[in-house]
T-cell receptor, first 110, second 115 residues
């Protein structure tokens, strides 16, 4: 079983749609959680951290459910520029070592 | 800030040749990570250093791979001899431990093709 699992997609949505991505992690000792974004043929970049109480950054909302070992990302009012691969990332312990999921591809169409 | 710098950006080599990838982390960062990304396996951590010391090299595929960090501003990943299955994008990332969130900053990557 992979340590971090995501639905690879692709998710094809029209502009303005709301889309949600899910992610599960296997190690209950995981401490920190993130969503990274990777554009085609580019490097991954931090999109947002995920806090236990859930957090929002503009059109993006991240949720964490430690009991179910589940992380989500909600994107409201999708823009063409949101088209990318979204990587679910987990920090297993206090080491700085991050484990990346395979990523979920989003394609927003006009 | 120049960000993480990697060279070369592209490398095409023949099977059996030695390949050396280079990375300059962000100044002041004390952790450095080498990743490999392929379509099949996604982003895999190969090795990481903290304060120039290798901490975890469990992701290094085999003895053909080696990594060094002689000082805080430079690291290399070497493949000798290279094989076609080593073809991938190799990313270097750096971070500053001590921050709560361990955000990693990635370089642009080296796209390696072994023929």
């Amino acid at each position: 079983r992979k340590e971090v699992e995501q639905d690879p997609g692709p998710f094809n949505v029209p502009e303005g749609a709301t889309v949600a991505f899910n992610c599960t992690y296997s190690n209950s000792a995981s401490q920190s959680f993130f969503w990274y974004r990777q554009d085609c043929r580019k490097e991954p970049k931090l999109l947002m951290s995920v806090y236990s109480s859930g957090n929002e950054d503009g059109r993006f909302t991240a949720q964490l459910n430690r009991a179910s070992q589940y992380i989500s990302l909600l994107i409201r009012d999708s823009k063409l520029s949101d088209s990318a691969t979204y990587l679910c990332v987990v920090n297993l312990s206090n080491t700085g070592k991050l484990i990346f999921g395979q990523g979920t591809t989003l394609q927003v169409k006009p | 800030d120049a960000g993480v710098i990697q060279s070369p950006r592209h490398e095409v080599t023949e099977m059996g040749q030695e390949v050396t990838l280079r990375c300059k982390p962000i100044s002041g960062h004390n952790s450095l990570f080498w990743y490999r990304q392929t379509m099949m396996r996604g982003l895999e951590l190969l090795i990481y250093f903290n304060n120039n010391v290798p901490i975890d090299d469990s992701g290094m595929p085999e003895d053909r791979f080696s990594a060094k960090m002689p000082n805080a501003s430079f690291s290399t990943l070497k493949i000798q001899p290279s094989e076609p299955r080593d073809s991938a994008v190799y990313f270097c990332a750096s971070s500053l431990r001590g921050l709560d969130l361990y955000e990693q900053y990635f370089g642009p990557g080296t796209r390696l093709t072994v023929t």
